[in-house]
C-alpha cells in the first residue's frame, strides 16, 4: 500500500532551481528518515541528502552549501530545493523512507528526471 511518487523535476539552465517533492502515503508506521539519492546512467546510486522526522540534515558533499531538504511530517512529504544547479547534477532523483519499525521498509519513489543544460 506504501507510495512515494515524486514531482518537480525537469530541465533548467546551469545556475537555475528546481524544488522536488515527494509524497508518501499508505503507512500505517510514522517515518523516521527521508531521503533523496540521485543516479546516472551508467553510474552508481548515490546519496543527495536525507532529513530526520527531527529535522536532522545530512548532504553529500557535492551538492552542500547548493540543496536544501526540508519535510512536512504531518503531510509526510519531503522536499528538495536544488539551486545553483550544475550539468553534473544531472540525474534521476529518487526519494526513499525509512521507518522507525525497521522491519518495515525502506520504500522507494519511481524516480524523476533532472537535466541541467551547460
Not at 512515494?4 to 523516521?32: D, K, P, W
Not at 536525507?50 to 519535510?71: H, L, M, P, Q
Not at 519531503?78 to 544547479?85: A, G, T
Not at 522491519?103 to 519511481?110: D, E
Request: proline share 3%.
Amino acid at each position: 500500500q506504501v507510495q512515494l511518487v515524486e514531482s518537480g523535476g525537469g530541465l533548467v539552465q546551469a545556475g537555475g532551481s528546481l524544488r522536488l517533492s515527494c509524497a508518501e502515503s499508505g503507512s500505517i508506521f510514522t517515518i523516521n528518515v527521508m531521503g533523496w539519492y540521485r543516479q546516472a546512467p551508467g553510474k552508481q546510486r548515490e546519496l543527495v541528502a536525507t532529513i530526520t522526522s527531527a529535522g536532522t540534515t545530512n548532504y553529500a558533499d557535492s551538492v552542500k552549501g547548493r540543496f536544501t531538504i526540508s519535510r512536512d511530517n504531518a503531510k509526510n512529504t519531503v522536499y528538495l530545493q536544488m539551486n545553483s544547479l550544475k550539468p553534473e547534477d544531472t540525474a534521476v532523483y529518487y526519494c526513499n523512507a525509512e521507518y522507525y519499525r525497521h522491519y518495515y521498509g525502506p520504500y522507494w519513489g519511481q524516480g524523476t528526471q533532472v537535466t541541467v543544460s551547460s
